[in-house]
Nanobody, 120 residues
Framework: QVQLVESGGGLVQAGGSLRVSCAASGSIFSINAMGWYRQAPGKQRELVATITNSGSTNYADSVKGRFTISRDNAKNTVYLQMNSLKPEDTAVYYC??????????????WGQGTQVTVSS
């Protein structure tokens, strides 16, 4: 079994900062790419940022220059530092990871989501 647990969401004023974290645990052999997605009310889930196990990153145009994704491979944890937050960043943020289990089964795993609310 594999679990992804997010933390760090909350309420912040526009222009402020938040950092969300996601820790993977369980029967993990290796983790490939990890990433963050978000879903605002009435909208589809969208990519925010991804990071490979070697540290290559990719960002949605809407967050480039404001958000930074990073990971600690020793802790199986991925972070998203969000600066200069805007009301349109309000959403539930989901962690995603491409994980190979100790049974050598590869799967796509999701966290339960953490709410980020940016007030104007």
């Amino acid at each position: 079994q594999v679990q992804l647990v997010e933390s760090g969401g909350g309420l912040v004023q526009a222009g402020g900062s938040l950092r969300v974290s996601c820790a993977a645990s369980g029967s993990i052999f290796s983790i490939n790419a990890m990433g963050w997605y978000r879903q605002a009310p009435g909208k589809q889930r969208e990519l925010v940022a991804t990071i490979t196990n070697s540290g290559s990153t990719n960002y949605a145009d809407s967050v480039k220059g404001r958000f930074t994704i990073s990971r600690d491979n020793a802790k199986n944890t991925v972070y998203l530092q969000m600066n200069s937050l805007k009301p349109e960043d309000t959403a539930v943020y989901y962690c995603n990871a491409d994980i190979v289990t100790r049974g050598l089964n590869r799967g796509d795993y999701w966290g339960q989501g953490t709410q980020v609310t940016v007030s104007s």
